[in-house]
């Protein structure tokens, strides 16, 4: 099956700055890939996806960049501020949205 | 539009005993997933229902297992429950549109196994 590694676990950045987060995925056949933004006691709630056909996607200050050769992808998240601080997910899908892999989360905490 | 709704919010279970988990999905939306989360394992797949039936299934043990009704409500069932069985258990549901398919989490109903 499918496995998302995703880096780093942790990531602090001081508010204004960028984060980025980075993940692979094994399966070439994957062709969705949306990320998740967790906050306690929530569950995930999708901020932004893309699909194999698109190199690139931005909604605001959140973008998200797709390398199909490299089977890597990247969220990018600009101005950062304090309640962008949460638990980042990746995830990748060859089925679209009903079969999810994820990677393990990173914790984005931006510092005020 | 009201999100995905899980009932209940939290359980205690002891080793042995068997549990049932609801899920009302989004209006409208016919495909219903259930996701494990735990610190260790992280979110994993547990399966996917659309139209009544069992279109997808992860890698879990036969003791996890759940239905869907005709009016897309989901609830799964864990039986002989064990400690690590421990978890945050999601309901996401997603609306059928091919190429637009999105998936949308509840908040999860957090069991716990003593």
């Known amino acids: 099956g499918e496995n998302v590694e995703q880096h780093p676990s942790t990531l602090s950045v001081q508010e204004g700055d960028s984060a980025v987060i980075k993940c692979t995925y094994s399966d070439s056949a994957s062709n969705y890939f949306p990320w998740y933004k967790q906050e306690l006691g929530k569950g995930p709630q999708l901020i932004i996806d893309?699909?194999?056909?698109?190199g690139e996607k931005k909604d605001q200050r959140i973008a998200v960049t797709l390398n199909k050769t490299a089977k890597h992808f990247s969220l990018h998240i600009t101005e950062t501020q304090p309640e962008d601080s949460a638990v980042y997910f990746c995830?990748?899908?060859?089925?679209?949205?009903?079969?999810?892999?994820f990677g393990t989360g990173t914790r984005l905490t931006v510092i005020p | 539009k009201a999100g995905v709704t899980q009932t209940p919010r939290y359980l205690i279970k002891t080793r042995g005993q068997q549990v049932t988990l609801s899920c009302s999905p989004i209006s409208g939306h016919r495909s219903v997933s259930w996701y494990q989360q735990t610190p260790g394992q992280g979110l994993q797949f547990l399966f996917e229902?659309?139209?009544?039936?069992?279109?997808n299934k992860g890698n879990f043990p036969g003791r996890f297992s759940g239905r869907q009704f005709s009016n897309s409500r989901s609830e799964m069932n864990v039986s002989t429950l064990e400690l690590g069985d421990s978890a945050l258990y999601l309901c996401a549901s997603s609306l059928e549109v091919p190429t637009n398919e999105k998936l949308f989490f509840g908040s999860g109903t957090q069991l716990s196994v003593l």
């Open positions: 893309i699909r194999s056909n698109v």
């Open positions: 229902y659309f139209s009544e039936t069992q279109r």
């Open positions: 995830a990748a899908s060859r089925t679209g949205a009903n079969n999810l892999f």
